[in-house]
T-cell receptor
Framework: DQQVKQNSPSLSVQEGRISILNCDYTNSMFDYFLWYKKYPAEGPTFLISISSIKDKNEDGRFTVFLNKSAKHLSLHIVPSQPGDSAVYFCAASKYGGSQGNLIFGKGTKLSVKP | GAVVSQHPSRVICKSGTSVKIECRSLDFQATTMFWYRQFPKKSLMLMATSNEGSKATYEQGVEKDKFLINHASLTLSTLTVTSAHPEDSSFYIC?????????????FGSGTQLSVL
């Protein structure tokens, strides 16, 4: 039972344009959501998070939007840069993220073309 | 930023042997570490939570006698896959929680690709 779904395994975007990565979840008990970025041969690194009490969180070029009624969140990267090419994982937690036992999506591989 | 070292990065072993994977937090003390497994085209799945000085907490469906976890110090957790079989071939990755942190304070190792022949 996939509680966190990233339905697009890959996404290709032109440099300078917007990248939108989507994530859906099924468990209404999730109250904290995170995005991780992973380069080949490296572990995932934290990118941005959002609490369920918010609907938007912005950090530089990265913005995460949360739609609780639709159980959907998205990561927007604008403008996209070639260095953003990586696999992006969406993750969710039921405990405000404090216990670390995150539920991950399968990841979306983003390719930003120069 | 904080660093978590995991090794080996890749191991090939014969069926029936045991393999130990180490996860070290290099510049902080981690009372809690997590072990995940990822099969091809699947999500990272939490296997167990490793607590320093106490027994690990295993997720449903994970055999504790097969996947032995030891967290003997604040900077080291080990996962031993005992009597490995080909179906144990997978990508194993650890994470360590930086003190006082929420999910964003999790730092991941680079993972171990296990291939059992």
């Amino acid at each position: 039972d996939q509680q966190v779904k990233q339905n697009s395994p890959s996404l290709s975007v032109q440099e300078g344009r917007i990248s939108i990565l989507n994530c859906d979840y099924t468990n209404s008990m999730f109250d904290y959501f995170l995005w991780y970025k992973k380069y080949p041969a490296e572990g995932p690194t934290f990118l941005i998070s959002i609490s369920s009490i918010k609907d938007k969180n912005e950090d530089g070029r990265f913005t995460v939007f949360l739609n609780k009624s639709a159980k959907h969140l998205s990561l927007h990267i604008v403008p996209s840069q070639p260095g953003d090419s990586a696999v992006y994982f969406c993750a969710a937690s039921k405990y405000g993220g404090s216990q670390g036992n995150l539920i991950f999506g399968k990841g979306t591989k983003l390719s930003v073309k120069p | 930023g904080a660093v978590v070292s995991q090794h080996p990065s890749r191991v090939i072993c014969k069926s029936g042997t045991s393999v130990k994977i180490e996860c070290r937090s290099l510049d902080f003390q981690a009372t809690t570490m997590f072990w995940y497994r990822q099969f091809p085209k699947k999500s990272l799945m939490l296997m167990a939570t490793s607590n320093e000085g106490s027994k690990a907490t295993y997720e449903q469906g994970v055999e504790k006698d097969k996947f032995l976890i030891n967290h003997a110090s604040l900077t080291l957790s080990t996962l031993t896959v005992t009597s490995a079989h080909p179906e144990d071939s997978s990508f194993y990755i650890c994470s360590a929680r930086h003190p006082g942190g929420a999910g964003e304070k999790l730092f991941f190792g680079s993972g171990t690709q296990l291939s059992v022949l």
